[in-house]
């Protein structure tokens, strides 16, 4: 047991050490041209540009977590984060919001810091998630949508959609509407439904003129899983394949995984969401 005994629903992870405080960071950033959220060799990615931020700021050597990784070119209204500096350095939560986006690339923003507990963490202490789908249709693709949303265009079942999402509602095993991150055989994963298992408390459909989006409130979400259902909700929806297929995709982890995968240019990180946090 780690010394501090901060406790989440993980498992322990430790609080800001003496003499630091913990600050999180609302951060918002267009992924297209970035490698992700995660570091990574080479940089290229939200995390360490922020990091770097930090550094040129303020010359602190700090890591930021963040409430979970975002792939490459998958875009984000509001991820949260967090990152222990120096007690000693007072500035306020404007004048950190200011030096960092100072340093930071134009398509990355903080766009608010704020104080939080010593054992606050972006990603254990987080109880849910809101993900944005967009789905440009008109035939032409407007240039400015270009990587802000997936261009489909031609004959959508709309109704067969809503079907779709209906079916989603409550909880259930995603193995087959999820990736491996090739951490462990597939047959592993296969074998370990707690892994897997997620609660979708809704999927709401919103035709918005030109636009047609898809959002998802769930507890958690598994590797490329809002990306997966998407692109086979599309695919029936497009008369590709059958609603039979898609429920079978939900009613039983046994079978071959969606292949119909949705582009990431299209999904957003709404918001994250956090127990007693009213704001999201």
Same mark, same amino acid.
């Given at each position: 047991?780690?010394?501090?005994?901060?406790?989440?629903?993980?498992? #322990?992870?430790?609080?800001? &050490?003496?003499?630091? /405080?913990?600050? %999180?960071?609302?951060? !918002?950033?267009? +992924?297209?041209?970035? =490698?992700?959220?995660?570091?990574?060799?080479?940089?290229?990615?939200?995390?360490?540009?922020?990091?770097?931020?930090?550094?040129?700021?303020?010359?602190?050597?700090?890591?930021?977590?963040?409430?979970?990784?975002?792939?490459?070119?998958?875009?984000?209204?509001?991820?949260?984060?967090?990152?222990?500096?120096?007690?000693?350095?007072?500035?306020?939560?404007?004048?950190?919001?200011?030096? #960092?986006?100072?340093?930071? &690339?134009?398509?990355? /923003?903080?766009? %608010?810091?704020?104080? !939080?507990?010593? +054992?606050?963490?972006? =990603?254990?202490?987080?109880?849910?998630?809101?993900?944005?789908?967009?789905?440009?249709?008109?035939?032409?693709?407007?240039?400015?949508?270009?990587?802000?949303?997936?261009?489909?265009?031609?004959?959508?079942?709309?109704?067969?959609?809503?079907?779709?999402?209906?079916?989603?509602?409550?909880?259930?095993?995603?193995?087959?509407?999820?990736?491996?991150?090739?951490?462990?055989?597939?047959?592993?994963?296969?074998?370990? &439904?707690?892994?897997?298992?997620?609660?979708?408390?809704?999927?709401?459909?919103?035709?918005?003129?030109?636009?047609?989006?898809?959002?998802?409130?769930?507890?958690?979400?598994?590797?490329?899983?809002?990306?997966?259902?998407?692109?086979?909700?599309?695919?029936?929806?497009?008369?590709?394949?059958?609603?039979?297929?898609?429920?079978?995709?939900?009613?039983?982890?046994?079978?071959?995984?969606?292949?119909?995968?949705?582009?990431?240019?299209?999904?957003?990180?709404?918001?994250?969401?956090?127990?007693?946090?009213?704001?999201?």
């Amino acid at each position: 047991m780690r010394e501090d005994g901060i406790e989440s629903k993980l498992g #322990l992870h430790p609080a800001a &050490p003496q003499g630091m /405080r913990r600050l %999180r960071l609302t951060v !918002a950033y267009c +992924g297209s041209g970035w =490698r992700g959220w995660q570091s990574l060799a080479g940089g290229g990615t939200i995390q360490d540009e922020l990091t770097a931020a930090v550094k040129k700021a303020t010359r602190i050597e700090t890591v930021v977590h963040g409430s979970g990784r975002t792939d490459a070119g998958v875009h984000a209204l509001a991820q949260v984060a967090h990152m222990d500096v120096p007690a000693s350095a007072r500035m306020s939560h404007g004048a950190w919001c200011k030096a #960092l986006n100072a340093c930071l &690339p134009m398509t990355i /923003r903080v766009t %608010r810091v704020e104080d !939080a507990e010593p +054992g606050f963490h972006a =990603r254990f202490d987080a109880v849910g998630k809101i993900y944005r789908y967009r789905i440009w249709r008109p035939e032409m693709l407007d240039p400015f949508e270009a990587d802000r949303a997936w261009h489909v265009y031609g004959r959508l079942d709309i109704s067969a959609l809503r079907r779709c999402a209906d079916l989603l509602a409550g909880r259930h095993n995603f193995v087959r509407l999820s990736a491996n991150r090739g951490d462990m055989w597939e047959t592993q994963r296969r074998a370990l &439904p707690e892994k897997t298992t997620r609660t979708l408390h809704r999927v709401d459909i919103a035709e918005k003129g030109d636009v047609l989006e898809i959002e998802f409130e769930g507890d958690g979400f598994l590797y490329r899983m809002a990306r997966l259902i998407t692109g086979s909700m599309v695919q029936v929806a497009r008369g590709r394949a059958t609603e039979e297929w898609f429920a079978s995709l939900l009613a039983t982890h046994e079978g071959l995984q969606s292949n119909q995968m949705a582009p990431a240019c299209g999904l957003y990180l709404v918001s994250v969401k956090y127990a007693g946090d009213l704001r999201h």
